[in-house]
């Protein structure tokens, strides 16, 4: 039985499992992507979306930062942590010719002011101050303004399966039981976004991150990189929970049943199969 195949094979209808909190000075900001005893819910999308090899080898070999993901962590900074925590770790790049004599001096001057912050081009920090402002003065921004706990690291245990969790949630209302997620995308439009939450599993994540603090609510705003920096708020319903809930713990199951059993599962491994052109449906052959 291929991987795919055994992925559709064990795809039942979950309940939300019953989840312990767990405390671990060891886990922090400086060791969260390191670490690889408590499974985040974009190590799961790695597992499930290529191969358990794959996910084996990201584990040692971990992908750098792209510059998108760069401006995506320097802009949640920003908007969750405020301009003061900002300011604190980046800085602004001066718009000069790099290959130029003056660029190349004016450049060595002010990495010697950096101080451990983090240069952004003056493209980029442009855009996240406009990206700043249009959020701060949206109709929806008391969801994110209400919120006590940001950029916050959860541990917990799911009782269910015996699996060690953890999740670095965005923004997290404690009184009124709910949690917020800052997406950049290039369509915040709800025909755009639909594509992208969908193929991106947002309401994977959505479901695990509601399952480890037992809360029903799930937000998510959206807003635009591109000028003027559109912004979409979308609640997630109960049946895209209730999806997501089933992709993260059947992929939870299918983790633990591989990764117990020592069995090296990987694209190469796989059978022949025929892919049906009508229906996209992968069988072994």
């Given amino acids: 039985m291929g991987w795919n195949n055994h992925c559709i094979k064990i795809y039942i209808k979950m309940k939300r499992p019953k989840v312990t909190k767990v405390v671990d000075q060891e886990i922090t900001d400086h060791t969260y992507y390191e670490d690889c005893m408590y499974m985040s819910n974009s190590m799961l999308k790695t597992f499930i979306e290529k191969c358990p090899k794959n996910y084996a080898y990201r584990l040692e070999n971990p992908i750098n930062p792209t510059q998108a993901m760069k401006v995506g962590t320097a802009f949640h900074m920003l908007a969750l942590e405020g301009l003061d925590k900002f300011s604190a770790n980046y800085v602004k790049e001066p718009d000069v010719d790099k290959r ?13 002011t950096l101080k451990g912050r983090e240069p952004i081009s003056t493209k980029n920090y442009e855009m996240m101050m406009c990206m700043y402002d249009e959020l701060s003065y949206h109709k929806n ?20 399966l015996d699996i ?54 799930y937000y998510i705003i959206a807003i635009e990189k591109d000028k003027p920096h559109c912004i979409c708020t979308y609640k997630l319903n109960k049946e895209m929970i209730k999806e997501g809930r089933t992709l993260y713990m059947n992929a939870l199951k299918s983790y633990k049943s591989i990764m117990t059993s020592g069995t090296d599962v990987g694209l190469r491994d796989l059978s022949m199969s025929e892919i049906d052109y009508n229906s996209g449906k992968i069988c072994e052959i």
């Avoid at 130029?100 to 010697?112: C, D, Q, S």
Wanted: hydrophobic residues 35%.
């Fill in 141 to 160: 921004i008391n969801i994110l303004k209400d919120c006590a706990e940001v950029e916050k690291i959860y541990l917990w245990k799911n009782e269910d």
């Fill in 164 to 217: 060690l969790c953890k999740g670095k949630f965005d923004a997290v209302n404690t009184s009124k039981k709910y949690i917020v997620d800052l997406k950049t995308t290039r369509n915040a439009s709800p025909e755009g976004f639909k594509e992208l939450l969908m193929n991106a599993k947002y309401h994977m994540q959505a479901a695990y991150y509601l399952d480890a603090l037992g809360y029903d609510d």
């Fill in 100 to 112: 130029t004599t003056l660029g190349k001096v004016t450049l060595a001057k002010f990495n010697e």
